[in-house]
């Protein structure tokens, strides 16, 4: 740290953190706010549709609120003190629970469903960070097994979801079979 490489490289590190973390998703938002009354035109939607084409009309903005919910839980949270960090995510993962119930933003109710369950998990995981920190303070007998166990638990999580998410996949591959074929007759009905 602090050598000549190390100043080298900073302004790179400088543009993409200005450049990726913070002017992207504002410049997003704000073209998302400066044309919300015509973002179902063909002309804007052709051209930036695809950013929320899978959200409701209610939530075109949801992918700048993801962008921004990850940057603040990845990136930002290391410049909160220790003690804090996990009280700090723990509020943001309800705030995002609290925005995905309320605007409801996803077309597809799995999709819905998917990320409700990666907002509690995610909550979970920070909620069991301040209990390990307070085991670790605590200094009991049996405090490695105590942290083993919420390590299996902690892990059998993340195993859950990534079943669950396979499970997502795997119905939304087949509803979208199902639409196909439906459509399918629908046109030999037709001709």
Not at 135 to 156: E, H, K, Y
Request: proline residues 4%.
């Amino acid at each position: 740290c602090y050598g000549d490489s190390w100043y080298a490289f900073t302004p790179v590190v400088v543009i993409v953190l200005i450049g990726f973390t913070v002017a992207l998703p504002l410049s997003i938002a704000l073209y998302l706010f400066v044309h919300r009354k015509e973002l179902y035109s063909t002309a804007v939607y052709q051209r930036v549709g695809f950013l929320y084409a899978p959200f409701n009309r209610s939530a075109p903005w949801w992918a700048v609120h993801d962008v921004v919910l990850k940057m603040l839980l990845t990136g930002m949270l290391i410049y909160v003190p220790e003690e804090e960090r996990a009280g700090i995510a723990i509020i943001l993962c309800m705030i995002a629970l609290c925005n995905l119930n309320y605007f409801r933003p996803h077309k597809s109710l799995l999709l819905f469903w998917l990320s409700q369950l990666s907002f509690l998990i995610t909550s979970i995981k920070y909620v069991f960070a301040t209990i390990l920190s307070a085991i670790d303070q605590d200094g009991s007998p049996g405090t490695t097994a105590r942290v083993l166990t919420i390590g299996t638990f902690l892990i059998a999580l993340d195993v859950c979801f990534i079943l669950v998410a396979i499970g997502t996949i795997i119905a939304a591959g087949m509803l979208l079979r199902r639409k196909m074929h439906a459509q399918e007759v629908a046109r030999r009905d037709c001709v």
